[in-house]
């Protein structure tokens, strides 16, 4: 094959790999969004299980937090009744009618939820009622008096209050039903001699489990019902009746199952919790049944589905549409340049534009080089060491990645060693400072471009990339161990580290943070926030002060950040004479 053929064989191959390349960035860029998507898919999945995991938590709490409070309110009314009781047995032993009567109504005064108390003989006939209610009527074979007698304590029978509904009523106008409580009376041997009963008004269970079920406005409602042992509805905040039997033998106590409950159509998410007693009575083994709509818990989970789906389809669409208009903007000069090289190769004559007016991007890589090498003699005349020339470059190489101008590390290394002087650092090691600390970010060089260049914000995956880079640029500065490699390699691992211990990679906190590391995480941050990039727009000055002052004692070392900020003028400088549209001759072509 001759000369010219060979050069246009040369050109198509290079063609076809530019158009393979413009392929394989358009299929990352839809297969990113098909990813996306199914990511989306799969945080409303989670979102769905989460949302019906904490339904189900807050429902249980709130069961037993009302079985709790009843609990605690019989317990007190059990221990009201005991103190009356004791008065009797001891104190009162031999006080008058009317004395103990007294007692009596004062308790019951002093209590709103005790509608009567009174007390019976041995034979079942009550000598005392409150408002001489009841008083010479026989309780012989109430459930109450047969227990407190045989026990030491009966609480229960819910009852309407028909003896005591003409004299007795609630506020409301509710009817009234009693719970029962009573309690033997017992002389010096400790022989029966009578009980002291009282009546319960049932309202004080209703307000336990309405308190109980108060949820702030933005929280689904709540009902809530009280069911005995053998599965009667005793209360429902909604005025459900009837029994509930077979739908408690299938509810696990502290678990949630969907049902439908009495009286009900739809079906509820339901759970149960029993009533905790601090103390042994006979008649009582209630359930308290929460429910809540299964359908309105359905429905806010298929809202936050299609929000989440419908956001991240949106977003995948946009960076789609996005990365499409990038390859194009991407392989139109390449495509051009590829025609360019075609044509030389076939006919040998440079194009009637000149290279340097056409395809800029060569004349900057050809400038770049120059300017690059250029600036590598210098410093090693200037500097002597190879060593620092080599890693120099290198760092500048890692910033070139993601800042067009590269004048990022040169005011960041100026800033920091003119914050090293102001800390108290002497000459040499302010100069070390100075060149050790543009090595910050060589890690960068082991980071994808996909993450390291993207144009907005990181997701977790993409930042946990990122996150790796100073670990990247310690390995990269191992093997030597001059004191300008162990400083400049200290500086490109402990540099994202924050004083309060939050940073990466190793959750360093205060002065376990070597003074340099601290210094470049001050002026890293000052410079970049103040800097143009191309995902953000740089900063104005009283923003980033304010921004850098709420984390002094966080992010920042407090004492360097004072130091930088009692002296902002200086530092202000130092970026104007480094601005970004200035190109260094030293580093990058005149």
Known sequence: MDEPRRKMAGGRVSARGISLTSALIANITLLTAVIAILCASLIALWGAQDIHSRESERLVDTARIIARQISLDLDERYRDTRTVRDLFERELADATIQQKREVLERMRAAHAYFSWLGVASANGQIELGTETLLEGDSVAQRDWFEGALNSPAFFGNLHPAKLLEQHIRNPDGAPLRLLDIALPLRNADGQAMGVLAGHLNWRMIEDAVRDGIETSPDAPPLAAAVVSADGVILYDTQGATG?????????????????????????????????????VFTGLDWRIVLRESAPAVRASITRMTWRIVGVCALVGLVFSLLGLLAVRTITRPLQALVGQISRFGETEVLPETSVSDRILEVRDLQTSFLGMAARVRAQKALLRETQIEIV?????????????????????????????????????????????????????????????LKPGRFDSEERAIMERHPEIGARILSGMDTPFTVLARTIALTHHEKWDGSGYPNRLAGRDIPLEGRIVAVCDVFDALLSDRPYKQGWPLDKVVASMREQSGHHFDPRLLALLLSHLDEFVRIREKFRDEFRDPQFRGA
């Open 243 to 279: 029994e509930a039997r077979a739908l408690l033998k299938q509810l696990p106590l502290g678990q949630m199952i969907e049902a439908t409950w009495p009286s009900e159509r739809q079906t509820s998410l339901l759970v149960a919790a029993p009533l905790p007693l601090g103390h």
């Open 392 to 452: 120099r470059t290198l760092g500048r190489a890692a910033e070139y990645r993601d800042d067009e101008t590269g004048q990022h590390v040169s005011r960041m290394s100026l800033c920091c060693a003119h914050l090293g002087r102001l800390a108290g650092m002497d000459d040499k090691d302010v100069d070390m400072l100075r060149v050790a600390s543009q090595m910050h970010d060589i890690g960068k060089i082991g980071i994808p471009d996909h993450v390291l």
